[in-house]
DNA sequence: TAAACATATGCGAAATATCATATATATGTT
DNA sequence: AACATATATATGATATTTCGCATATGTTTA
């Protein structure tokens, strides 16, 4: 994992919001995001079929869901900073946090 | 300061290498950036440009040269990422530490 | 098996970012 | 003042990214 990799995928918000919410949640799946994040569903799939390429997030399907955790395999300062990012930055989440608190129409 | 904002500075290898160095030198000036990343000068410089008027950096004339350091209204979470970037990735930045360390041709 | 639902992907258009070249500005030197 | 050096900016060409729409795939339920 080169850090300007890792750097590129955290630089657009849909990405961000998702891997930050993934951060705080330790797992979500696409409708739950797709929700949270009011983006259109191809969307959100293709950005997260980019951190998965990447190597940021692993997936695993449940029956009709696909859920997305950050991959464990993930070095730790890339953790750190993860965390440290989605701990100081509540009111860049705020709104998204409180639709997820709202429960996800599908699922 | 906003999470993607900043992390749209650090997508950019030039930059993103740009604020780790100074992070681990303190200051540095444009030809020795230049140097150091074996780039053109426009280009440093527009990259530079860039990252002052994020508030990233600052800039300082001391004669001749324009030294650049980390803004010091950073929010601290904002350098904890730097910080730690900077100390778990010296593969990707230790052939420009070297350079550095060779001295600047100008300054 | 078909229908409904959740998710993924192909593709072209539109927006954005990057770069090289040329040129401008600021400082220092003679 | 004239000139050299360090840095900044404008401009247009090129590359990269993002998105919307259409469609494909995989899973569950009827």
Redesign the pocket.
Known sequence: MSPIQFY?CL?????LKTLLLITLKQEL???EL?EALA????????????LRKCELLI?E?R????YYQLNPELPAWAVTVLQETAANNSEYLHPHLQQLSQGCA??
């Open positions: 590129k630089a657009d918000d849909t990405r799946c696409v409708c797709q983006v259109s569903q191809p969307k959100i799939s293709r950005h997260l079929a980019e997936d399907r029956g009709k869901w696909v599908n699922c």
